[in-house]
């Protein structure tokens, strides 16, 4: 028995464990840009910082809740940086079954997560009325995707 155990503290000395680094992801807040959103679309908020972090999929990486004054809702939120944007866009997936009216977002209520090798967390200090939208019933469209390369031909009328 005492064999099996040195054998058993030996072995798991001697196992290479690989950790990755996760960096401090920490973003203040600068405001919304998108004050008026259609029936279903995407509040945008943009934050300072994170000139290290780069991600232009729109995936849920946490969940923040949202508050007309009457009802509280949950929405999924993730992270959008391009190479040359001076911010972090977080972006939150308005859903069409949320009624019209005056928002707000929870942002600051949002506990750090780990995100990828980042351990973010946000900032909003003094700027909570920065997080307000109204949402309409009309359609607006809003338009994302990853950079693309388009090549011009001359014998191609249209792309």
């Known amino acids: 028995m005492l064999h099996s155990l040195i054998l058993f503290l030996i072995s798991f000395l001697t196992i290479n464990c690989i950790v990755e680094n996760q960096m401090d992801l920490e973003l203040s807040l600068h405001g919304v840009i998108n004050r008026e959103i ?3 679309g995407t509040a945008i908020a943009l934050f300072f910082g994170g000139e290290q972090f780069q991600s232009t ?3 849920t990486c946490f969940t923040s809740r949202l508050s007309n004054d009457n009802d509280n809702y949950t929405v999924d939120c993730g992270l959008w940086r391009e190479n040359n944007s001076v911010c972090v866009s977080v972006i939150c ?3 069409e079954n949320f009624p019209a009216g005056n928002y707000r ?3 600051d209520e949002v506990e750090p997560f780990d995100y990828g090798n980042y351990h973010v967390s946000f900032y909003i200090g003094e700027h ?3 997080l307000k939208f109204k949402k309409v019933d ?3 469209i809003d338009l994302y995707s990853d950079q693309q390369n388009i090549t011009i031909e001359k014998a191609v009328d249209s792309y």
Do not use: A, H, Q, S
């Open 38 to 40: 259609g029936k279903k």
């Open 57 to 59: 999929k729109k995936e």
């Open 93 to 95: 997936d308005i859903k």
């Open 105 to 107: 977002l929870f942002l």
């Open 128 to 130: 909570i009325e920065n």
């Open 138 to 140: 009309k359609d607006i």
